[in-house]
Each structure stands twice: as C-alpha cells, then as structure tokens.
C-alpha cells in the first residue's frame, strides 16, 4: 500500500483523538470565559466550524413526518462525488458507549475523502449511504453536516475545501453535542439549525416537568410560570421534542422542502465543493 496516498490508519487516530480530547474539552469549556474567549473562539471561526443539524430521527407533522430530514440528508449524498463511510464513530469508540451504536460512524463526502485511509471504513455507494442515514435514525441518532477543521487533521486529509462530513452525534460522548451550555460567540454562530424548521411549544400540552431542560445541548430552554419556552439560540436538533413525556415539544415545518434543500446546499457550496 502506499504510504503517501492515505492519511493516518485508526489506531493512529484513535492515539492522536485520546490525547487531544482533553484539550479540545476545555477549549470549549473556555470559550466564553474572560481572558481565554479571545484566544480560544478563533479556533471555532467560520469558514473553519460550520454545522447544520438535521433531526432525522424524531417525528414531524404531516404532511412531511420525519421523512423530510432524512430525504435531505440522501439529496446531500447523492450531490456528492466520492462517499466514504467510517466503520466507527470515533467519539463513541473513544469512550467505549453502551447508550448508542458505535459502529454508525460518521460519512465523508467529496475529492478529500479519497484519503482517508481504508481502516477506518470503506468507499460506498449513494445508495449504501443512504441505507446508513437510515439506521443511525433508527438508532436515534440526530445527525450533522460539518465543515470542521478538527476532521481533517485528525484523517490528515489536506484538500479540506473538498470535504464534508454527515456525523451522526449522540448526547453523552459527542465532540459536537457536549460542553455546549456555556459558549463562546463562534462555537454559537458554527451551530445552525435546519433552515425552515422550527421547535414550539404546545403550552396547553407542557407540565413543566423541565426535562427540555436538562435535554437541551445549548441550554435554550427555560421554564416560565411553569411552562417551558424556547430560546433564540434553538438549534431544533429535536431531542426535546424526542423526550417530552407529554408531547409539548414538537418540530413544525415553516418552507417547502425544495427551499430547505437550496438553502443547505448554499450552505455547504460556500464552504465546500463536494460534487
């Protein structure tokens, strides 16, 4: 095999990722502290942090149900010219997790993931892709297309204007998902929602029961006279709306697929080309 065509192998990685996770932590824990805020938020700047969650596994409304995410997610895969899907997740590998599937890994996309060495996984199809989005819904699984320098110097993948990556992110072990109550203002502005999806409350559903709270990965939910009430900076990952006991929470529809799609799409064609 040559050495000079693929980037670092996983053990290599999975070394690099357990020394480097601590710092990568307290740079997040840091990034909206006084004294740190300035060195740290350059790290999580744009066009080097951009990720836009995709509630792909909870329910939606009809007429769309929680098929519109997922449909989404294939169109960006099928917009892509190379597909290659990792074995593992490294966030939950690292910790061992017993909560969620550690073998739903993440998926590159575009000319850069041809470098990924083939012991993280394997070049795919659409169709394979696809089947994958599938069953890290399945496995509830909220996912996230990211344009994130922490990707490609883990992978050693140079030509990072022409990759993408669909991670598949969990609550306890996720690099993007923890350590995000308290930031900084580019670790907020790097997290996007889904255009034209919004998270309400149904106030005549809510008890104030407050597990929204505790749910919420950037603590955009609050309880006010004893209903729950959602903040501006919602990323509408929908894992409330997953957990609501009552069915308060819940993810409605405001734009037509096809202006979802084009805005995704510029989204990424602005940081990335994939094709």
């Not at 999975?14 to 840091?30: E, F, G, N, Q």
């Not at 060195?39 to 329910?59: G, K, M």
């Not at 590998?93 to 993280?120: E, M, Y």
């Not at 907020?188 to 309400?200: C, D, H, M, Q, W």
């Amino acid at each position: 095999m040559n050495l000079f065509r693929y980037g670092p192998n996983k053990p290599f990685v999975r070394i690099a990722v357990k020394l480097s996770w601590p710092l990568m932590t307290w740079a997040r824990k840091l990034s909206d502290t006084p004294g740190f805020r300035w060195i740290i938020n350059p790290f999580f700047a744009y066009p080097h942090n951009e990720l836009t969650t995709i509630p792909i596994n909870v329910a939606i409304p009809a007429p769309d149900s929680v098929v519109l995410p997922r449909r989404i997610v294939a169109e960006v895969v099928r917009r892509a010219g190379e597909i290659f899907i990792l074995d593992e997740c490294i966030c939950r590998g690292k910790f061992d997790c017993k909560n969620h599937p550690k073998t739903i890994g993440c998926i590159a996309l575009g000319r850069a993931a041809r470098r990924i060495h083939p012991s993280h996984g394997h070049t795919a199809t659409a169709e394979e892709a696809v089947a994958h989005v599938e069953k890290a819904a399945a496995a509830g699984l909220v996912a996230n297309i990211a344009h994130v320098w922490i990707d490609p110097v883990a992978f050693g993948l140079p030509d990072f204007r022409r990759l993408m990556f669909i991670c598949f992110c969990d609550d306890c072990c996720c690099l993007y998902r923890t350590h995000m109550k308290r930031r900084g203002p580019n670790l907020e502005r790097a997290s996007k929602k889904l255009p034209g999806l919004e998270t309400v409350i149904d106030t005549d559903a809510c008890d104030g029961c407050g597990r929204c709270i505790a749910t919420c990965f950037v603590g955009a939910i609050a309880i006010e006279n004893g209903k729950a009430v959602i903040g501006a900076s919602c990323k509408s990952c929908g894992r409330c709306a997953d957990l609501c006991p009552t069915g308060a929470a819940r993810l409605v529809v405001t734009e037509s697929e096809a202006d979802i799609f084009r805005q995704v799409m510029e989204r990424i064609e602005k940081v990335a080309d994939i094709s």
